[in-house]
């Protein structure tokens, strides 16, 4: 078992029985046998589902070699997306929103060459909870590379970098900001994976600001003076935001809201722990990877008015 960059045998692989109490990572069902056996013809015939041409594929006119407007095309011309539409009740940015959740939950930062190919010895250097530690590192204290350490920021904000130049040439003359980075480049994060591509960087860059915010809302609305206090507070006010989010907007649009609402009446039917959660494998190995599947091949910029409900009034 590798851990923290060490091989270390802990325990920390949970064996396939049902009364083991699991790690971070473990079995939802793990007396279930496999649907079929890992043959060479089963790959074959898996590969042959997503192949061009295939079954999986709308067969609509994406080369852009021929047609070098064709992703403006395809977002402003729903005539050319017949076949592969988009889903009208699930804007673009809960996409990336689902990235954003699952770098919360799931991490395993060990070298490739030091993991093993069992699935259930990965460990998960994230707690099964959705409480931002992407976000926030290890806090103030321990992350202070995170925190904006001028009078303004007190080092409880985040420091995020404003873009030289950019209100010049932008719409409306906003002034336009960027995650920190080092003299390289490298976006200094909680989770490096959150810098992987535009949308989900400006994710993270949206979330970091709305903690700023909500750290000028508690110094306004509160008598708080410490500074310890001050971020306690704003922290559990962003977690509590994020958190509502999960349940009432993003779960209601991918689930829907009937199954969210027996859950949240009925509870738990087959996700069940000992002492604390775990990460299913059925879960972040199989059935979440459903996320890679809504990217359509025209998927249109996150505007401000992609971002929650409940984040966008701290900015309006």
């Known amino acids: 078992m590798t851990w923290h960059g060490s091989n270390k045998s802990g325990g920390y692989n949970p064996p396939k029985s049902i009364s083991y109490d699991q790690g971070k990572f473990g079995r939802m069902f793990p007396s279930l046998p496999p649907f079929a056996q890992d043959t060479r013809q089963i790959r074959e015939a898996l590969k042959e589902l997503g192949r061009k041409g295939g079954i999986m594929d709308a067969k609509e006119d994406t080369d852009i070699a021929v047609n070098p407007n064709l992703a403006r095309d395809l977002i402003i011309?729903?005539?050319?997306?017949?076949?592969?539409?988009?889903?009208?009740?699930?804007?673009?940015?809960?996409?990336?929103?689902?990235?954003?959740?699952?770098?919360?939950?799931?991490?395993?930062?060990?070298?490739?060459?030091?993991?093993?190919?069992?699935?259930?010895?990965?460990?998960?250097?994230r707690r099964p909870l959705f409480e931002l530690d992407s976000m926030y590192g290890s806090g103030p204290s321990a992350s202070p590379y995170l925190y904006d350490q001028s009078a303004d920021g007190e080092g409880i904000k985040f420091y995020v970098e404003e873009i030289s130049g950019a209100a010049a040439v932008s719409a409306g003359g906003f002034v336009r900001y960027d995650l920190p980075?080092?003299?390289?480049?490298?976006?200094?994060?909680?989770?490096?994976?959150?810098?992987?591509?535009?949308?989900?960087?400006?994710?993270?860059l949206a979330m970091l600001r709305f903690h700023n915010a909500v750290v000028d809302y508690v110094k306004a609305q509160s008598s708080l003076t410490d500074l310890d206090e001050v971020f306690t507070e704003a922290q559990r006010l962003v977690r509590w935001h994020y958190q509502w989010i999960i349940i009432h907007e993003y779960l209601v649009r991918?689930?829907?809201?009937?199954?969210?609402?027996?859950?949240?009446?009925?509870?738990?039917?087959?996700?069940?722990?000992?002492?604390?959660?775990?990460?299913?494998?059925?879960?972040s190995a199989a059935a979440y990877r459903f996320g890679h599947s809504q990217f359509a091949p025209h998927i249109a910029p996150i505007s401000g008015r992609y971002l929650p409900i409940s984040i966008r009034k701290f900015f309006d």
């Open 181 to 204: 980075r080092n003299s390289q480049g490298t976006a200094l994060l909680g989770d490096p994976r959150n810098d992987e591509n535009l949308m989900v960087s400006q994710l993270h």
């Open 77 to 125: 011309d729903p005539a050319l997306s017949l076949i592969n539409p988009n889903n009208p009740n699930l804007v673009a940015g809960m996409t990336f929103l689902g990235q954003f959740l699952d770098h919360d939950i799931t991490f395993d930062p060990v070298s490739n060459l030091e993991r093993q190919s069992d699935p259930e010895s990965i460990r998960n250097f």
């Open 254 to 283: 991918t689930v829907g809201k009937p199954l969210v609402d027996n859950i949240l009446i009925n509870g738990r039917k087959f996700y069940k722990w000992h002492n604390q959660p775990f990460i299913p494998i059925e879960f």
